[in-house]
């Protein structure tokens, strides 16, 4: 039998008010993977992952989280499912390692919290209160309260921001091992570094619709080309020219320009040629393969979001 998607939502909309935070918003999520959920600040994301949760009720559209209507069904969804919030969500008088344990109790099957607590590095952490740990201890904290009831699907909500590189790695390390034993992870993250080193799938966010979806590997090479840097306003016209067909040539932000097209040597010395033969110096030539920041700043734009 072929099981469901781990979360699907269709048609999402939410508005707080006057403003639509999630738009029309169509994501699949299959499971035993890891998706990274990008976009920039209040492009929706949380919002959708806490709907996904059950905190917040849609205005329109369906969501399915392994197969249950997160709101109707919290009960029974809420022991199958971590959670980790972006805020904590963490009671700030409550001893840290005795929540954790007391936690671990409500679970039929938990993880060892002793060895949990030694993984990320919360062993001198006991009995503090947990407004007294340091962000990153609150984080990691609340990134054990989420796994250690050996869910089948979690959601982190940025968790490795404001981490050390140490406990960051730590972090990564624990995503992977879920995602070996099978458990579904949604994650939400501006670390396009983090995207690309653990996830199998991204969905990239913006304006409260999903607006590119793939592997890392197929959103980077998407579009791979030569790109580089000249002043702005150049005439592309004899670039284009020297192209093979279906190329393109495009200033696609003041002063950064792209040739999408198949990349060979012919195509390099065509740009170069032409560069030379303009006199323009292409700073920060590069070729092919883009980063996952250039995919996202190109699909997203680089204006700060209010
Ligand atoms: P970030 O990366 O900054 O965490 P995000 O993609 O998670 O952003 P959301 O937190 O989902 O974005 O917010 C989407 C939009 O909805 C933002 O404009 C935000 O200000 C607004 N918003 C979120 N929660 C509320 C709320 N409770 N009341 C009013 N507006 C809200």
């Known amino acids: 039998m072929r099981l469901e998607p781990a979360v699907e939502v269709a048609g999402l909309v939410k508005r707080y008010g006057e403003k639509t935070a999630v738009d029309g918003l169509d994501l699949t999520i299959a499971r035993g993977t890891v998706t990274a959920v990008l976009g920039p600040n209040g492009a929706g994301k949380t919002t959708t992952i806490e709907i996904c949760e059950g905190y917040r009720r849609a205005d329109a559209g369906t969501v399915r989280v392994l197969g249950l209507d997160p709101v109707a069904d919290g009960a029974a969804l809420r022991p199958r ?49 947990y407004r007294r740990l340091s962000g990153g201890q609150q984080q990691r904290l609340a990134l054990a309260m989420a796994v250690v009831g050996r869910p089948e699907l979690v959601f982190l909500d940025e968790p490795t921001a404001g981490l050390d590189p140490q406990a960051r790695r730590a972090t990564w390390e624990l995503v992977r091992e879920l995602r070996a034993d099978g458990v579904t992870v949604v994650v939400t993250t501006h670390h396009m570094d983090e995207a690309e080193e653990l996830a199998d799938e991204v969905a990239i966010v913006d304006h409260g619709r999903v607006v590119a979806t793939g592997t890392p590997e197929e959103l980077c090479r998407a579009e791979a080309g030569v790109r580089f840097g000249a002043p702005g306003g150049l005439d592309l016209a004899g670039l284009r020219a020297v192209l093979p067909a279906g190329a393109v040539a495009v200033e696609h932000a003041p002063g950064a320009y792209r040739v999408d097209a198949p990349v060979d040597p012919k195509l390099l010395a065509a740009v170069t040629a032409w560069c030379a033969e303009a006199g323009v110096m292409p700073e920060g030539l590069a070729v092919g393969r883009r980063s996952l920041e250039d995919v996202f700043l190109e699909l997203t734009g680089r204006e700060l979001r209010s």
């Open 81 to 129: 499912i971590g959670v980790m919030l972006q805020a904590g969500g963490v009671y700030p008088g409550a001893r840290a390692v005795e929540m954790l344990r007391h936690t671990a109790k409500l679970y039929a099957d938990p993880l060892d919290v002793d060895a949990l607590v030694e993984r990320l590095g919360l062993g001198s952490c006991g009995r503090t209160a």
